[in-house]
């Protein structure tokens, strides 16, 4: 019943936020393309619901010479790829905001798994196990708010899986709610490999 509604709300606010953050969308652009040679929008492919691929939709915040479909939690010295004005719109997560087209279009949802890119076996093999892959991924997640990128693949798998079970109305609201706040702090972001990223 709420999945049916969930896309409706989805599609609304999504059509919404398009059209108040134009001009932030469209400021955001212009520095990009002034900052750094190459496209405005990256494009990547990522695992969605039920395995399913697609295209998810970015503000380029690294170079082109940077790896091409790995993980910027996998990469080496990312600071090397990552631009001046990349690094402010990952502290401030504003690099999603183009993710509002993939959610229009029903890739993606606000709220659910975050999307990972094939390579990332691992963690995809768990999410299968786990169940966590039956909802479409979301801008952010539950795991997005209880440590996002310091999460080892397992425990992240298990948030997962968790608000895939347990989809509603109140826990979507709680996770956009505590997103702000956590995207406002700066929390839980972390770039580059680390020994964390390979522990199970």
């Excluded at 697609?54 to 990469?75: D, E, G, S």
């Excluded at 959610?103 to 993606?108: A, I």
């Amino acid at each position: 019943m709420y999945i049916g509604f969930k896309r409706v709300l989805d599609i609304v606010l999504s059509l919404l936020l398009l059209v108040v953050l134009a001009p932030v969308l469209a400021i955001v652009a212009l520095i990009i393309h002034i900052d750094s040679d190459g496209p405005v929008i990256f494009r990547q492919v990522r695992s969605g619901r039920n395995g399913r691929l697609f295209v998810i939709y970015k503000f380029r915040t690294m170079l082109t010479a940077a790896p091409a479909n790995i993980a910027t939690a996998q990469l080496q010295l990312p600071h090397r790829y990552i631009t001046p004005v990349g690094r402010f719109l990952r502290q401030t997560s504003l690099d999603e905001l183009p993710q509002l087209f993939n959610v229009l279009k029903g890739d993606m949802s606000f709220v659910g798994p975050r999307p990972v890119i094939p390579t990332e076996q691992y963690l995809l093999r768990l999410r299968r196990r786990y169940g966590a892959d039956a909802v479409r991924p979301g801008i952010t997640g539950l795991a997005q708010i209880r440590g996002r990128d310091e999460l080892a693949p397992r425990i992240k798998a298990q948030y997962d899986a968790e608000y895939a079970a347990n989809c509603t109305w109140l826990l979507d609201c709680y996770i956009f709610v505590s997103t702000l706040r956590y995207v406002l702090r700066r929390e839980g972001i972390r770039e580059g490999s680390a020994d964390l990223y390979r522990k199970p």
